[in-house]
């Protein structure tokens, strides 16, 4: 199981995101709907990066990215 610090990176939900809910799902801890029909990440001091993944790999159109911190490096 591999942390991933916030201040390396996140995940990131764009606005293609259908409301399936399967990242929320798949990834409970990370992941959550809106009122907007949106899913979104939730701010975290670091993520499993396996749960992740796989909350990505599950998106049906691919809305979910890791985005780089790059304001903490
Ligand atoms: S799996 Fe993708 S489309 Fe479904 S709720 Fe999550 S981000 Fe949205």
Redesign the pocket.
């Known amino acids: 199981m591999t942390k991933i610090s916030w201040d390396d990176k996140q995940p990131f939900?764009?606005e293609?995101?259908?409301?399936?809910?399967?990242?929320?799902a798949?990834c409970p801890d990370v992941?959550d709907?809106n009122d907007e029909w949106?899913?979104f990440a939730k701010e975290l001091g670091e993520y499993d990066e396996n749960d992740v993944n796989d909350?990505i790999s599950?998106?049906?159109?691919?809305?979910?990215s890791w985005k780089e911190n790059f304001l903490a490096k």
């Open positions: 939900v764009n293609d995101c259908i409301w399936c809910s399967a990242c929320v798949i992941f709907l949106k899913a909350a599950a998106c049906p159109v691919v809305a979910i």
